[in-house]
């Protein structure tokens, strides 16, 4: 049996650590607090300590839990699959350890994973979010999607991935995808974000040359990074698909929060072609740009519903819905006017 | 001297900001979502001044193309819709009535849209891009100020 910790919420992690660890002798969980970062699952961190073997074991955790409703509303258990497949392939992501569905120990589902080393970018409030370390951070990054992208989509049967029955025409299940989200919690239509939509629809992109496993919010911000400018894990998979690799591109460089702030685009595309062994085809990379803005806009609108309805009252969320939803909006009337549609 | 909502709200950000804040030093999630309510709050404030005004010139820029297209589209269903819409105005100034007219007035304005992206002379271009044009003008201003 555990023996007793102070909070209760420790003693049921710890509760729930024992069950999984039946090797484990007098499991105590300590430290138990949750970090800002990701709107889409509740992150917390904790220390866990104990016996096995006859010797003291301890270890710093990460445990992420699914939110009531959100940004994302991804298939429980989806990202825990994700992790548990990337791990080892050369795309750094935190080792998953349980994965749970059963709402009798955390009210929700949650899986448990081991800390990473190595710190979040800032999206707002700095000019320099790696500390003088950007080019060896860009140069990772870019490496990095090219390796995602190189990954044979197979290794994810598992995870029921939207997409992984699909062979063509990606863009098309994405986009109805999101527009089927658009549809379901926009209050007030916007017309900007349905011209961009109709214009989608009206000049697709090639098929890519194969399927690809797709992070899905890939972007700084959602990567821990050392001082070296090593990346140590890309985290998020909330929204991983099996699609077309240039939606992750066109996501990367969303002005938002584009890495190309802090890293020549050129250089990192060539990047990304040296490692995902593929050619990037800039028409249709310009096609995904203006699809990121309709997700992204799908993703503000559903920020703004959760909020509203009071399913999920995080400052995020609001915060998000009255500024991003703007911004993107802006964007597209850019990219739109760039296509000729303002004449 | 009047207490405006404006004002107390910016009394309650200061509050916020140099009571509460230094207290929260410590908890890097509590003090996190401080600074997120923060700069709602003064977005908020900042944006109730010209909220109705916004919706007000929205609705009357989208009748102006109602009018302006109601002659141009051929279906006659929808040409009467148009000219209707075009002569209709803003049941009241609540924010929930105004919505309430704007959602109207959008779904009208996407169906219009729809309808001269789907056609290939240069009239229905004119209104796709003239369309556009007052999109952005309407977006613009509604950037959150804080």
Known sequence: MPEPSQDPAEERVADYLAHRMPEAQGMTVSALSRIPGGASQETYRFHARWQEDGKTREKDLILRRAPEMSLVNPEHGMEFAVYSALWGSGVPVPRALYGELDPAWLERPFFIMEMVEGRPALIYGTDDPFDGAGNAVGNNFWRNLGRLAAQDAAILKDAKLRGDDVRAHFWDVELTHWEAILDSDEDLIEPIVRGAIRWLRAYPPPDPARPAIVHGDYRVGNFLFQSDGTITAQLDWEMCHIGDPLEDIAWAIDPMWSMEKHFLLEEGLALWEEASGLALDREALDWWRLFSTVKASALWTTSERSFEDGHNREMVLALTAFRAGHFHRRLILDLMKQRGAMG | ?146
Do not use: C, Y
């Open chain 2, 1 to 146: 001297m009047k207490l405006r909502p404006g004002t107390v709200i910016q009394g309650i950000e200061e509050t916020l900001r140099d009571r509460i804040a230094p207290l929260l030093a410590d908890q890097p999630f509590a003090a996190n979502d401080l600074r997120m309510a923060l700069s709602l709050l003064a977005i908020v404030r900042l944006g109730r001044d010209d909220e109705v005004s916004l919706k007000v010139e929205e609705n009357r820029r989208l009748r102006e193309i109602f009018t302006e297209a109601a002659g141009s589209v051929g279906d006659p269903g929808l040409a009467g819709r148009l000219r209707e819409a075009g002569a209709s105005s803003d049941p009241g100034l609540g924010i929930g009535e105004l919505d309430a007219e704007t959602g109207r007035l959008r779904k009208l304005l996407v169906e219009l849209h729809d309808l001269v992206d789907r056609r290939d002379d240069e009239q229905a271009k004119d209104i796709s891009q003239s369309i556009w044009r007052a999109l952005r003008d309407i977006e613009m201003p509604r950037a959150a100020r804080a």
